[in-house]
């Protein structure tokens, strides 16, 4: 933050086209016109990109609106995302699996208020899946993977942790018009889950090596 002027430091950025790129204490930046002036969608080289807002900070910028301006560009592969406190995803990020088709990756961390997942599911190469200290969620069912099916083909890594209000986790959805029952993650190799000590798996756990 330059607290002798009407802006933060972010414009720095405007001139960086790098493959990872770290952004942190996005509490600081003053206004949205600083986050679009630095057009991360253009910047065609990104592969990585780490969103950052210091836990319970005050924001002078709603996160929503400041989120909604930070779009990556369509070459991202992996995303995370610390101390977003906003309830709900812009709209780029509803829409994920047709703005970042070539995400492998997705953490999302210390979100205390959202209250609903995106359609993840939709995403044709994620491989890793990672939710921590995200208390808004109660339950994960098949809103996660989205209209189209099959959801995550490509899903092999996923992660719970610190949900302590998450209660139930459907971990199969009824495909086709047979009503045949088929697991969330159908190719699911590591599944961990750590200090979520109100949950409950149904109809049973879900198939990993």
């Not at 592969?77 to 509803?94: A, D, M, N, R, T």
């Amino acid at each position: 933050a330059d607290y002798h002027h009407s802006s933060s430091n972010l414009a720095l950025l405007q001139d960086v086209n790098r493959t990872d790129l770290v952004i942190s204490r996005l509490e600081n930046v003053k206004s949205v016109q600083e986050a679009r002036s630095i057009k991360l969608m253009e910047k065609g080289r990104m592969k990585e990109i780490i969103l950052n807002w210091t836990t319970d900070s005050e924001r002078l910028v709603e996160g929503m609106e400041m989120l909604g301006e930070l779009v990556p560009p369509t070459t991202l592969e992996k995303l995370c995302i610390y101390g977003y406190s906003s309830v709900k995803f812009p709209e780029w990020f509803i829409g994920v699996a047709d703005h970042l088709p070539n995400l492998c990756q997705i953490s999302l961390s210390d979100l205390p208020k959202c209250n609903r997942l995106p359609p993840l599911g939709q995403l044709p190469n994620l491989e890793k899946l990672k939710l921590r200290k995200m208390n808004g969620i109660s339950k994960i069912d098949g809103d996660l993977c989205g209209t189209r099916r099959p959801s995550f083909p490509r899903l092999k890594n996923f992660s719970l942790s610190e949900m302590e209000s998450l209660k139930v986790w459907y971990t199969t959805y009824y495909h086709g018009g047979e009503g045949v029952s088929k697991f969330i993650f159908p190719n699911l190799c590591i599944l961990e889950i750590h200090d979520c000590p109100n949950l409950r798996l149904k109809p049973c756990l879900h198939r990993a090596e």
